[in-house]
């Protein structure tokens, strides 16, 4: 038999051969097709001429299949049931019972953000694991290939192609200190310049806005520790004299526990627009679609807390 063009078969051929193979009938099976007997007969001898093959012959009222024909069907049959299953529906995601791993990259200065979606992950889905990293130089182009879930980013960091994103919401700055700091009594551009800050070290990626507004009103801010993490700065604040000048969501759950004071900064610092990125390819993923919007969620209430401190 010749080499046969697969660009020439019709795959509806091939599933009327295997209903005819079932039924024994072109009646029969134009009932179950809901297609005429003459559509039937006509489909047949096409896939007869592109095949070579008779396939089935009428004898004594009904269609008997060749030997080619029944080697045939046993082929057919489960590539049909292999490309329903393939074509058919996704089943819903469901987060009661999913084992799901998401990797998350997200900055630690929104650990309480972190820690309210943690308590949803546990009450929704109690069997996903969830792995938390923060920002790197890398972040932007492991979520573009899959290696990471979801990140949240400030928007101007450029972002390969194979990256969504979702703008969540922005970052609006303050100045943080203990109760009863001596800032307090004056605050003002004099005494944010006076007193020494503690600064987050993260890196040069983004410029940092805080230095790029103090600059622009012919203030520098007065160094006074550099620290790895936002974890480290409330403790920090509690027992010294030292101010900071923070996203508001970076220490907002931290106010009473450490006793701290918040004031607005004395000069206008810009929001910082963050999103939500994740990698294209997840785009219609039930479940990467169920974490984006529990995080979108609880990101967007925690920052309206945070917001009313101001």
């Not at 209903?19 to 489909?43: D, N, P, W």
Request: proline fraction near 7%; hydrophobic fraction near 45%.
């Amino acid at each position: 038999m010749n080499k046969i063009d697969l660009r020439k078969v019709d795959l509806n051929l091939l599933l009327l051969f295997e209903t005819l193979m079932r039924e024994g009938s072109v009646s029969k099976t134009a009932e179950q097709l809901g297609r005429t007997q003459s559509a039937i007969s006509h489909a047949l001898a096409r896939l007869r001429d592109q095949l070579g093959d008779p396939l089935l012959v009428k004898v004594g009222g009904r269609m008997q299949p060749s030997p080619y024909a029944l080697e045939l069907v046993e082929e057919v049959r489960p590539l049909l049931r292999s490309i329903e299953r393939i074509l058919s529906p996704r089943e819903a995601f469901d987060a009661a019972t999913s084992t799901r791993r998401f990797r998350l990259v997200v900055p630690d200065l929104a650990m309480n953000l972190f820690s309210h979606l943690m308590q949803r992950i546990q009450r929704e889905a109690p069997n996903i694991l969830i792995e938390w990293d923060i920002p790197k130089f890398s972040t932007p182009v492991d979520v573009a290939e899959g290696l990471v879930d979801l990140a949240l980013l400030p928007e101007a960091i450029p972002k390969p192609e194979g990256v969504a994103s979702r703008r969540v919401g922005d970052f609006q700055w303050a100045c943080f200190m203990r109760v009863g700091h001596p800032a307090l009594q004056r605050w003002g551009k004099k005494a944010w310049a006076g007193w020494p800050h503690i600064v987050v070290g993260i890196g040069d990626r983004v410029h940092n806005p805080v230095t790029s507004a103090a600059e622009k009103v012919k203030l520098q801010r007065r160094t006074g520790l550099v620290v790895p993490t936002f974890g480290a700065v409330a403790p920090l604040l509690a027992q010294t004299n030292m101010l900071t000048t923070l996203p508001v969501i970076a220490l907002a759950d931290a106010m009473e526990r450490f006793e701290l004071q918040v004031k607005p900064v004395p000069f206008a610092i810009p929001d910082m627009p963050h999103v939500l990125a994740w990698s294209t390819r997840l785009n219609n993923d039930p479940a990467s679609q169920w974490l984006r919007e529990c995080f979108a969620e609880i990101y967007q209430v925690k920052l309206a807390e945070a917001g009313r401190l101001l």
